[in-house]
């Protein structure tokens, strides 16, 4: 049990455009899904938290406008990344929790990479 | 600064060898305590948790972690590492006592197991 999916595992852009990444809980209902952001060699950088329902909670230095997030359901979050820049590119990790402070359950990440 | 400390980078270990990376952690109080594993090419996968209770935690693998209050640690252990441990592995900290919700990275250790 316990399983996070993300579609799509890679995408490539042009500069300017929109890139909408899904997040899903496969077998269990996710109160919380996280968003983080993995530079090459580097450890994951938390961007945001949505709790289902609500707002998401942005972390400092993350600008909300560029990067939306959506937690329709119990089980899909959803980032979308506006008007993409090259400095965009990363790597895309989310994660989800049965409860607030539960142990939290990574999806595969989305590899985007703007041209 | 707030933070989460992995001291070794980059470990290379004989296979039979016993491993120990450290972690530190700079939040004072109650804290929940996560060691992820990344396989290459895969997704994070929990290796194992600390809420509360015995601090010394076993998870899967044959790991497992010591909570050490006094010195801010969670180290993590394998008596006999397995080239099919060649990963890189990843400390959290979940810092409640300050009303956080979010997980804190440190920056990883690369573990490679030569045969």
């Known amino acids: 049990g316990a399983v996070v999916s993300q579609h799509p595992s890679r995408v490539i852009c042009k500069s300017g455009t929109s890139v909408k990444i899904e997040c899903r809980s496969l077998d269990f209902q996710a109160t919380t899904m996280f968003w983080y952001r993995q530079f090459p060699k580097q450890s994951l950088m938390l961007m945001a938290t949505?709790?289902?329902?609500?707002?998401?909670?942005?972390e400092q230095g993350v600008e909300k406008d560029k990067f939306l997030i959506n937690h329709a359901s119990l089980t899909l979050s959803t980032l979308t990344v506006t008007s993409a820049h090259p400095e965009d590119s990363s790597f895309y990790i989310c994660?989800?929790?049965?409860?607030?402070?539960?142990?939290?359950?990574f999806g595969p990440g989305t590899r985007l990479t703007v041209l | 600064a707030q933070s989460v400390s992995q001291h070794n980078h980059h470990v290379i270990l004989s296979e039979a060898a016993s491993l120990e990376l450290g972690c530190n952690y700079s939040?004072?109080?109650?804290?929940?305590l996560f060691w992820y594993v990344q396989y290459p090419g895969q997704h994070l996968q929990l290796l194992l948790k600390?809420?509360?209770?015995?601090?010394l935690v076993k998870g899967i693998k044959g790991f497992e972690a010591e909570f050490i209050k006094s010195k801010f640690s969670f180290n993590l252990r394998k008596p006999s590492v397995q080239w099919s441990d060649t990963a890189e592995y990843f400390c959290?900290?979940?810092?409640?006592?300050?009303?956080?919700?979010?997980?804190?990275f440190g920056a990883g250790t690369r573990l490679a197991v030569h045969p």
């Open positions: 939040y004072g109080g109650t804290v929940n």
């Open positions: 994660s989800a929790s049965r409860l607030a402070q539960d142990t939290q359950y």
């Open positions: 949505s709790n289902e329902g609500s707002k998401a909670t942005y």
């Open positions: 959290a900290v979940n810092p409640l006592s300050r009303g956080y919700n979010k997980l804190i």
């Open positions: 600390y809420f509360s209770g015995d601090p």
